[in-house]
């Protein structure tokens, strides 16, 4: 039987990347899949808390395997900022990227050295076994 894992996620997008990158040796299954519209809270300081409210969320409330993750774009120059924070760096909510890259290039009016990169962190909990990995990692760096 084909393992079943549910990818905490609306991104349609992610959900046929993931899909493509395991093909048939995982059912990836999206939130829709399983009945849940939740908007599941991401109230953690850190990326990797992010990835595991979310798939903990899962877990406790639907019983399945569970991968979730955070992305934030870090920028040396600020801090580390946006960070845990880049969906909703304008304003405190919702996520308008416009808005977001905006405030980003504002403050880094002026700056040349403008290094950044995206961190991704991915939180897996695997019931069978009570197993919980949490990683993180860089996909951009320049």
């Known amino acids: 039987m084909k393992w079943k894992l549910v990818f905490a996620t609306n991104n349609a997008h992610k959900l046929d990347e993931i899909r493509s990158i395991l093909g048939e040796r995982v059912e990836i299954l999206s939130l829709k899949d399983i009945g849940c519209d939740a908007d599941i809270p991401e109230t953690a300081d850190t990326l990797e808390g992010n990835a595991a409210l979310k798939a903990e969320?899962?877990?406790?409330?639907?019983?399945?395997?569970?991968f979730a993750d955070d992305t934030g774009l870090e920028v040396e120059a600020l801090g580390g900022a946006p960070g845990v924070y880049s969906a909703r760096y304008a304003n405190g909510e919702g996520h308008d990227s416009e808005a977001n890259m905006r405030k980003l290039l504002h403050e880094l009016e002026g700056v040349t050295h403008r290094q950044?990169?995206?961190?991704?962190?991915?939180?897996l909990i695997e019931g069978?076994?009570?197993?919980?990995?949490?990683?993180s990692g860089?996909?951009?760096d320049r």
């Open 57 to 66: 969320y899962i877990y406790r409330h639907y019983g399945l395997d569970c």
């Open 128 to 135: 069978a076994q009570n197993l919980k990995y949490v990683m």
């Open 116 to 123: 950044a990169q995206f961190r991704t962190a991915i939180c």
């Open 138 to 140: 860089w996909s951009l």
